[in-house]
């Protein structure tokens, strides 16, 4: 669906900046996005389509990561009665949410990061129980991951170490 609804050229505000930039491996502008630009630069290297079809599935396919990370979040989160739908109702409104259907036909670095914060966040929550060192390794890489993404996301730093903490 959100392939069906996309324009078939460069979106708004900063997507051909960040289109060239993914493509050259330039920095579109101050702080770079440093890991969104390497994973968009090896689907340029893709191929089939073009560098902004193949720019627009990063986004369309990091939305459905997204709506996916909901689904999991609510149904392993509510009581056993009317997960699945409360779950498919929670993850069918983020998909078709105006912000996130925005976000998902434009090449820009917000579905991505927010689908590797959102990993982070269903891994904290499902580690929790299990408690293995390793889990900590996997929850460095995302966040690691998710800091070259977007610098402001240190922000959430004490919060999740007081999470895993607990």
Excluded: C
Aim: no cysteine; net charge positive.
């Amino acid at each position: 669906v959100y392939q069906l609804t996309a324009s078939p050229t460069i979106g708004w505000i900063d997507s051909g900046v960040i289109a060239a930039a993914a493509k050259t491996l330039g920095i579109p502008n101050p702080p770079g996005f440093p890991a969104y630009l390497l994973t968009a630069h090896l689907l340029t290297l893709i191929p089939w389509g073009g560098t902004v079809f193949n720019l627009k599935l990063l986004s369309q396919f990091s939305a459905i990561g997204i709506s996916g990370g909901i689904f999991w979040l609510i149904w392993y989160l509510s009581p056993s009665n009317r997960r699945v739908l409360s779950a498919t109702i929670a993850a069918l409104t983020m998909a078709f949410s105006y912000n996130l259907w925005s976000q998902a036909n434009n090449i820009e670095t917000y579905t991505f990061t927010n689908v590797i914060l959102l990993a982070f966040f269903v891994w904290l929550v499902w580690s929790q129980e299990k408690s293995k060192p390793w889990h900590l390794l996997i929850l460095g890489f995302l966040g690691g991951l998710s800091l070259g993404l977007n610098p402001m996301i240190v922000s959430i730093i004490p919060a999740a170490l007081w999470w895993a903490v607990l």
